[in-house]
């Protein structure tokens, strides 16, 4: 006989799942009792939306599903926000609540929410479990519908009288959808999409997360190396195409490149490959790229005609259409678009050179992107700083850039490294934050000092909450309201009381074309440090983002920096 | 308007999320009919809607877990609102037992 809770981590252990994020309490607590030797590690926390964050960050980090444990009521909507997260950005995930006996759901009991009924259209399923027997059914399917198709949280909501009773386990179960609710794959698009793509004068290919989520980017890479079409990438696409690819310009979007984002808006045949079309990548939808067809590579069909009817879906794992699309390129006779990605490549379509007050930010950026290793993951906050950082990345890594992107949830960066630290213990990671973000989940400096993560952490502190100030400055007559930050805490002095080697660097130090022998010891030291760091850049308070698309403008309005 | 029929297995949550998908964009549902019907189940569903809103409803209802087939019929143009939309009768009618009761 064994209690619910030991089930549940055996079916735990039998899904893979050897690390689980999370914070006890009440309603949970059969589960924590049965953690010593389960086989599964616990990583405490500070706070059940640092658990969850931790979670995704592990998840994004290795393409496994990560798993967070809250108790039931405030522990469980504590983690609201990382599963909307990982919603937005494919990211899977197990959240598994504790919730109050079941003779008391629906009375209003002690610490009781109804999770089940929150998270509805946050998750890609839910279950409330409503019997001892049901555990191993629901903790099978529960992985297979955050694994599947287009990956992302699901919900596990356990009574703790379930957890606590007892039966004779079978084993953990399997889960086999029904037939048709298996994702579609139509291969039947080739001819359409040669005959496309000989007619297209200046096609262009953009690349999304979906590239990295099925494991194509290395059948994407011969795809585009065959094509030679101008590509560009969405933030979570970063690193799926080469930088160094001739044909490849950079980040399209808001915040993207001139050449991507003229690209973008000239182009007559658009091939979309796994990136979901967001307002922050199309501008003005109703203006974005006028006269293209869309070839729209997608998994989930409900991302299919959001902005804009596509011409030709294709629906599928990217890992299945892209090879065989492929295969059909290599056959055919296509144009030679040299003269187009010429003009892509072109001088008036070139960044301007780099100045302003956000230069000495943008130079220290790339002193620390400069100086990581190959296989470093980067993780940024939400804000400017990531903007920036997005601007500046320049490797390879596949999963390098790990971000917020479709939430933008501030406060994910320090614990989300906490979970790609443990993902990858031997590698480099780099936690880069501004002011505002850093303190949302600040307390996760405790988690940081406990486990010892080497984690590499930069606060770009510019004393405001900078993307709002920026839009405040440009678009409400610099009215700066709520947005000053300027009676920050002493960072610092924070990180030294969290036992973490805590140092500032101010901008002055990034002016000179050669950085002083100290400012770049000091940066090599805080790198090569095998133990946690904290790293406070102060850097000025009015630095903006460039280029930027304003809101409601075309990706062809680009504004760029201000005279 | 327009009538929509959804067949899904009828697991836990799956009709709410079949509303929900409604109920995000701020849509009114004049009429909601869920019964099972052969192996499943179905919900009929009426709503005011544009060919835009028809196309992303019907991609959200696919993405549900266990809907199993949606089917739109033929927009109808003379919907006579009158039948499911008359007002509610204000809280005081009907309402002298319980305030008897409340007096007991």
């Not at chain 1, 850093?438 to 770009?460: C, D, S, W, Y």
């Not at chain 2, 189940?41 to 005011?48: K, Y």
């Amino acid at each position: 006989m064994l209690r619910g809770a030991d089930i549940l981590l055996r079916c735990l252990r039998a899904e893979g799942v050897d690390l689980v994020f999370g914070y006890p309490g009440g309603a949970i607590m059969p589960l924590y009792d049965a953690l010593e030797g389960s086989g599964v590690r616990h990583i405490l926390t500070r706070h059940e939306q640092g658990a969850v964050f931790a979670a995704e960050g592990y998840a994004r980090a290795t393409g496994k599903t990560g798993v967070a444990i809250a108790t039931s009521g405030p522990g469980a909507t504590n983690l609201i926000t990382g599963i909307a997260d990982a919603k937005m950005d494919s990211v899977p995930l197990v959240c598994i609540t504790g919730q109050v006996r079941s003779a008391l759901i629906g009375s209003d009991a002690f610490q009781e929410t109804d999770v089940f009924g929150m998270t509805l259209s946050l998750t890609k399923w839910n279950r409330l479990v409503k019997s001892l027997e049901e555990i191993p059914e629901a903790i099978a399917q529960a992985f297979y519908w955050a694994r599947s198709g287009r990956p992302g949280p699901v919900v596990l909501d356990f009574p703790v009288d379930f957890l606590k009773a007892s039966m004779d386990f079978k084993g953990p179960a399997t889960f086999k959808p029904h037939p048709e609710s298996a994702p579609a794959s139509e291969l039947t698009f080739e001819t359409t999409l040669i005959a496309l793509l000989q007619q297209a004068k200046k096609p262009v290919a953009l690349v999304g997360a979906g590239a990295k989520l099925s494991g194509a980017s290395k059948d994407l890479q011969e795809l585009l190396d065959v094509l030679k079409v101008p590509a560009f990438a969405t933030v979570h696409g970063l690193g799926a195409v080469k930088q160094e690819s001739p044909y490849y310009l950079g980040m399209v979007g808001m915040h993207g490149t001139r050449a991507a984002n003229m690209a973008l808006h000239d182009t007559d045949l658009l091939m979309v490959f796994g990136a979901r079309l967001d307002d922050r990548v199309t501008g003005d939808p109703s203006r974005f790229a006028p006269n293209a067809k869309i070839v729209h590579f997608e998994i989930d069909p409900s991302q299919l005609d959001r902005v804009r009817t596509c011409e030709l879906p294709v629906i599928g794992n990217l890992a299945e259409t892209i090879p065989a699309f492929l295969n059909e390129v290599r056959h055919a006779h296509l144009p030679n678009w040299r003269e187009w990605r010429e003009e892509t490549c072109s001088a008036d379509r070139a960044e301007p050179p780099l100045s302003g007050p956000a230069q000495p930010t943008r130079r220290f950026l790339d002193e620390l992107f400069h100086r990581l290793p190959k296989n470093s993951t980067i993780v940024t906050d939400v804000g400017q700083h990531q903007m920036w950082s997005a601007q500046r990345y320049r490797k390879n890594a596949e999963r390098g850039f790990i971000t917020s992107g479709g939430l933008g949830s501030m406060g994910f960066a320090l614990p989300a490294a906490v979970g790609v630290q443990l993902a990858k213990p031997t590698e480099k990671v780099l936690c880069v934050s501004g002011d505002g973000g850093f303190q949302m989940n600040i307390q996760e400096l405790a988690t940081v000092h406990r486990l010892g993560l080497p984690i590499k952490m930069v606060i770009i502190d510019n004393k405001y909450l900078g993307m709002v100030r920026q839009w405040q400055q440009l678009f409400y007559d610099r009215n700066y309201a709520e947005t000053d930050l300027s009676d920050n805490p002493d960072f610092v002095a924070i990180g030294r009381a969290y036992k973490i080697r805590s140092f500032a660097v101010n901008e002055e130090e990034l002016q000179p074309e050669t950085l002083s022998d100290e400012t770049v010891k000091r940066l090599n030291d805080f790198l090569s440090s095998p133990e946690p760091e904290l790293l406070v850049f102060e850097c000025h308070p009015e630095a903006n983002v460039y280029p930027m698309v304003p809101a409601g403008a075309a990706l062809s309005e680009m504004v760029f920096e201000e005279e | 308007m327009q009538v929509f029929h959804i067949r899904y297995r009828n697991t836990q949550g799956t009709l709410m999320r079949i509303l929900g998908a409604v109920s995000r964009r701020g849509l009114d549902l004049p009429f909601v009919q869920a019964e099972p019907e052969q192996h499943a189940h179905a919900v009929t569903i009426l709503l005011d809607v544009n060919a835009k809103q028809v196309g992303q409803l019907y991609r959200d209802w696919r993405a549900v877990v266990d809907v199993v087939d949606v089917r739109a019929g033929a927009p109808i143009a003379d919907w006579d609102h009158s039948t499911f939309n008359t007002p509610h009768p204000p809280t005081s009618v009907g309402g002298d037992n319980a305030a008897q009761a409340a007096r007991a």
